[in-house]
């Protein structure tokens, strides 16, 4: 009987130390060394209408098919 404890707790706490290891083991590695973030992925680079400078696609200011880099130059216009 004394075995049958000793080998339960000794069970549960290898219950416990498994689901505690298997997250720890999963949640801190890198997906992957190539692609860190979705982010990082080469953007479209469009050139301002207005002064010729390029911005990533995401924060161009768009009036039209024409990329601007701010709403000041979007209201500029084309130089
Ligand atoms: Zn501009």
Redesign the pocket.
Known sequence: MKYLVLLVVLAVAIGIWRSRRVPDDAAPRPSSPSSPSPRALPQDMLA?A????HIPQAEAVMRGDQA???TE?RQLGPA
Request: proline fraction near 0%.
């Open positions: 301002c207005h002064c010729g400078v601007y880099c701010c130059h």
